[in-house]
């Protein structure tokens, strides 16, 4: 601590002089901003913390079903039933990615699949097509 700071407490103790019955002291509000206005704006932060992640997630959600009805990548569904042929597993995630690698952009499902013995699986399935891009596992 610093030695300022501890004579600056210390000091009204001590000219108030050692009684035990007396009542402790206590600092005074020394902050300019009001209360209130320090919850509204952590209330206001969190608002827009929590409608920017729902809109952010309901954005993404909204794109797949679009690419879905509009016939640019085949339901999920059906890419699951196609994997499942070939690497029976648990399915443990599925995200769907737009890839703008190598050429032009497409959908890409990522899925990790856990299987017998513990062997985990990581695909990367061609969302339009649903042949099998790439395969890593690891045991």
């Known amino acids: ?13 001590y000219k108030q002089g050692i009684n035990p019955s ?6 005074p509000n020394r902050s300019p901003t009001r209360p209130w206005r320090s919850r509204f704006l952590r209330l ?31 339901p999920l569904r059906t890419i699951l039933e ?13 995200e769907l990615d737009r890839s703008d690698n190598h050429g032009p952009a497409r959908w890409i499902y990522k899925i990790k699949l856990l299987q017998g013995g513990g062997a985990l699986v990581k695909l990367k399935v061609d ?4 042949a099998v891009i790439s395969q890593k596992s690891k045991d």
Do not use: C, K
């Open 1 to 13: 601590m610093n030695l300022s700071f501890i004579l600056r407490s210390a000091w009204p103790r």
């Open 22 to 27: 007396a009542r402790p002291m206590t600092m």
């Open 44 to 74: 206001w932060t969190a608002v827009l913390v929590g409608a920017s992640a729902v809109s952010w997630a309901g954005s993404d959600h909204d794109r797949a079903r679009q690419a879905t009805e509009a016939g640019e990548i085949l």
């Open 82 to 94: 196609r994997v499942q042929r070939d690497y029976p597993g648990q399915v443990l995630d599925v």
């Open 127 to 130: 969302a339009r097509t649903g």
